[in-house]
């Protein structure tokens, strides 16, 4: 959260230190113009007592009178801030000059080295340390005969500047102290009214009590404030009161919405149980319509088998009939005692013709019968055993010859023949006719050629059945939904649109395996079978 900072210390910190810092400028400005004005002071007194010394010795200097001069020089002990005074002498026709004559003060005892090479340095006061220093030439007839070193001490000046940072220290101070007391007064002047309105705010918030208004404040802006504060109280307490009624409206409304809602709900539910009901007798309905199609290619199986039967049959009743009329001509004529060999050697040969023709196709009907009873308990029964998929393969083909043996498709099974499984043949049995029959009632319809292709693999105890067909594809409108109950493009003309939902739930369910399709219009499709097994190794 962003700090919040107090009007009441900001005020008084923004005012000292306006204060002190235009008190510090001040202070530093005036006590600067001070201490350079004691300077420049000090360095003109220096120069004039150097220029005094050299305008009174300059006779005795050029008369040699040191001892003049030496006495002159020992007045100046009563002079306190002088401490060292030169007297050096120029040598006639050059420019060297000699140490003639000096002053050093009694208190300091110790003398200071000559100066003799510092003349231009110190042509001009020079402050060094507490020190003033000075050198000026001495003139005689407009020459100059010699030079004055004086050395004065700058101690006084750092007295004044002491005192004078002293008192301005303590001014500051004192004006610290006064500007706090006007911080203080003007913020119980300024804030305390402010702080009164934010009080008022408060209580009015706290206890809710819109209807209160803030007073006059003595001050324009916050007077300009608190009117402000009550148009905004005025405007809260309107709108409360619209939300007051608001609210009791919207709690009316929501309480007959409620008991709308409750007999919504029980009607909802009402149509729930009855929905439930009919989507219960729905599944029920299509279980026996599931059933129902299975007896229905049951029954189509059947009426195939007895017509295929019925010649073989048929068959060996006529060359038993013959076989029995032969054997009473033979009978008569043994009776009459006229039989010929060649009658009975011609009777031998046509009665193993015949005997050859009624075993042949009692045969042939008991490989029917045998393969039909087969595929039907298969058809029935979802429980596993082991079987060659060859032959399972081989006997649905067999069952169905009747009915496919007159159309124009080709049915080719590429399976090892040695591949033996142990898994649920019926649900398999009833797959491979159901995606049969699927292909010739939709795929080759109005069509006088087809090929179906049915492939088996086994990998990692996954049995894999690649069923194809060369037929018309599946339309892209219901690719989506083929093997959802009662799905199909022939409604109306016999189509039920329940083989593929069979064949789903068989394999999904029965078997525990999957399906997948690819389709193209008028090339084909491709059923991918791939459910878990158990091959059986033989010895």
Known sequence: MKRIHSLKIKLMVMIIGFVVLSVIISSFIIANLIINDTNEDASNNTKYWAELIANSQSTNLVNDEEQL????????????????????????????????????????????????????????AKFSGHIIEIMLPVIAEEQTVGYVYIQVSSEHIQQITNHLLLRYTLL???????????????????????????????DISKHKQFNLRIEQMPFKELDILARNINIVLNRAETQLAK?????????????????????????????????????????QFQGQLVESEKMASLGDMVAGVAHEVNTPIGLGVTASTLLSDRLLEIKKAFDDKTLKSSQL??????????????????????????????????????EARTFNIKNLFDDILLTLAPQIKKLPFIINVDCPSELVIKSKPGPINQIIINLIQNSINHGFDDRDHGVITIQTSISSDMLTIDYQDDGRGIEPSIMNKIFEPFTTTKRGSGGSGLGLHLVYNLVTQALGGKISFISEIEKGVNFKIIIPTQVIKED
């Open 345 to 382: 050697k011609k009777f031998l040969v046509e009665g193993e013709e015949n005997t050859a023709i009624i075993y042949r196709n009692l045969k042939r009907a008991a490989e029917l019968i045998a393969s039909f009873k087969k595929v039907a308990v298969d058809q029935s029964s979802e």
């Open 172 to 202: 500051i101070f004192m004006f610290i102290f006064i500007t706090a007391l006007i911080s203080i007064a003007l913020n119980r002047f300024i804030t305390t009214p402010m702080s009164d309105m934010a009080n008022k705010v408060q």
């Open 69 to 124: 001069i030496s006495n002159y020089l020992s007045m100046l002990k009563h002079v306190p801030y002088i401490r060292h005074v030169h007297i050096y002498k120029k040598v006639p026709d050059t420019e060297a000059i000699t140490f003639f004559a000096s002053y050093n003060k009694s208190a300091i005892g110790k003398a200071i080295s000559e100066k003799s090479e510092k003349i231009a340095e110190l042509s001009s």
């Open 243 to 283: 939300l007051s009624d608001a609210k009791q409206l919207t709690y009316q409304q929501n309480k007959d919405l409620e008991n709308k809602v409750n007999k919504r709900t029980q009607a909802l539910k009402d149509s729930n149980n009855e929905l439930l009901s009919t989507l219960e007798k729905l599944h």
